[in-house]
């Protein structure tokens, strides 16, 4: 798949993720898609929180490779 489609794919699913950390003071950015793998980086509240990885392994890289099953991995930068 073209990288400019699966950045698309994966900013939308983003995009309900985004729902839910915003409502708890978070957010996330895409910094890129390469290799099948997604780089993020959490934002606001998320940033610093010590539940932050169980986040990203359980809640944003289950859901990515839930929907976009291309993705092997998702890494937070």
């Not at 698309?8 to 898609?33: F, M, Q």
Request: glycine letters at 6%; charged letters at 30%; proline letters at 3%.
């Amino acid at each position: 798949m073209e990288n400019s489609v699966l950045r698309a794919k994966v900013e939308a699913t983003l995009e309900k993720i985004r729902e839910g950390l915003k409502s708890e003071g978070g957010d996330i950015d895409l910094i890129d898609v390469r290799e099948a793998t997604v780089y993020v980086r959490l934002k606001g509240a998320c940033e610093g929180c010590p539940m932050s990885m169980l986040t990203m392994k359980n809640w944003v890289e289950a859901t990515i490779k839930k929907e976009l099953p291309e993705i092997s991995q998702v890494k937070a930068v």
